[in-house]
């Protein structure tokens, strides 16, 4: 009977987790999909607790209890600048569940299993172990870079490529000694240095990426560690982690497909690395620098021609996220209305440093769901727009993607802003974007340059409005 109620219970929390992640894939029902996931785990929680022994559980309260203040703490306090540092490495926690529960069921107590039934055990651990290293220190790194402790730059070491094959044909030679290994006292090593391998492999990876594949490689870990955790679920007999690991690989392979498209790259070259600086100079090799001269604007002339437009689309980056200008920018958009301003936000899949991150930036300052627009929906709008207001982008509104075949973002989709009657950009300097590409945007006849942090500058056109 108890076991009939946690397979019940199991199922639930599966369904539950799939409808969250249906709600998630619309603002206007992202809280629902919260929710739904929210209920699912707690589900899962108190379910995977009804299985215990009763001797098991003060050590499961023991985990479970800081792990929920450490969490609940950490979520109430991060900025939406800090987000997709916070989801690397809640991804890393995963890989190293994995990693811990792998060596735990080998080293274990084993209940009695057929000859099949124990070889396939053995290649769940090992494969799960794998996976859970990379993730981990993937994950690590992957932090640390978003964070700003190391280096945006790609980390390129000669010959590469070369070194990861060799470290992969390792691993799996040391796959087949795991295979082979007679007892748990002489397959342990193998393991071991299986573990430490992929925990280079995944630094390697990563360190070669550079700063403006940052968003595809959060997108990836976010799959690697669904993976992880499905790895997991096998090794625990568990049909619930199987199944949430599996939706959450899938649907992270899925998203990073999606942005890879959106960037007009292919995954494989994203995990080759190489693309992408910290911003600071050109890119080499990527044609001819802009020339022309910038037109610049204060914040009053910017404040005048908002109200003076009868359509104005806002195209957000991760500069407004660095200075927290959302709110102030929900009522600069509330005055456009009240003048019969029509306002729409234009959306970048790869806007910001994590998948979503404009969407949750905006929706925190409460402006309607209604006026935001992907890049597909709203790119042929531009021609009858009268401001294009670019606010912390740069990167995602170059025409020399389009233009320019020797750029390194050659291909990119982006907004077309300059074909909007005015475009004003913010921007603190004329420094190029994450990807380390000058932008030909600044010198267009079109547009005016308003230099300055994104919050003092909109809260300057908030006053001129008000005034």
Known sequence: MQQSLITIAYIAASALFILSLGGLSRQETARRGNMYGIVGMLIALVATAAAMKVGGLPILVAALVPGLVIGAILASRVQMTSMPELVAILHSFVGLAAVLVGFATYLGPHQPMSAGESHLHTAEIFIGVCI??????????????????????????????????????????????????????????????????????????????????????????????????AAAGFMLSNDLLIITGALVGSSGAILSYIMCKGMNRSFVSVMLGGFGTEGATPSAGSGAAPAGEVTSIDANGAADLLLDAKKVIIIPGYGLAV?????????????LKERSVEVKFAIHPVAGRLPGHMNVLLAEANIPYDIVFEMDEINDEFPATDVAWVIGANDIVNPSALDDPASPIAGMPVLHVWESRTCIVMKRSMASGYAGVDNPLFYKDNTQMLFGDAKKVVDEILTAMRG
């Not at 280096?151 to 796959?175: A, E």
């Not at 200008?325 to 005055?335: F, G, M, P, T, Y």
């Open 132 to 229: 859970g290293s990379i993730t981990f220190t993937g994950s690590v790194i992957a932090f640390l870079k978003l964070r700003g402790s190391l280096s945006g730059k790609p980390l390129i070491i000669p010959g590469r490529h070369l070194i990861n094959i060799i470290m992969l044909l390792i691993t799996v030679g040391l796959g087949v000694a795991f295979f082979m290994s007679p007892d748990t006292s002489s397959g342990q090593w193998p393991l071991l240095a299986a573990t430490i391998l992929t925990g280079i492999l995944g630094v390697h990876f990563i360190m070669a990426i550079g700063g403006a594949d940052m968003p595809v490689v959060v997108s990836m870990l976010n799959s690697y560690s669904g993976w992880a955790a």
């Open 323 to 335: 200075a927290q200008a959302q709110h102030s920018l929900a009522e600069v958009c509330k005055i």
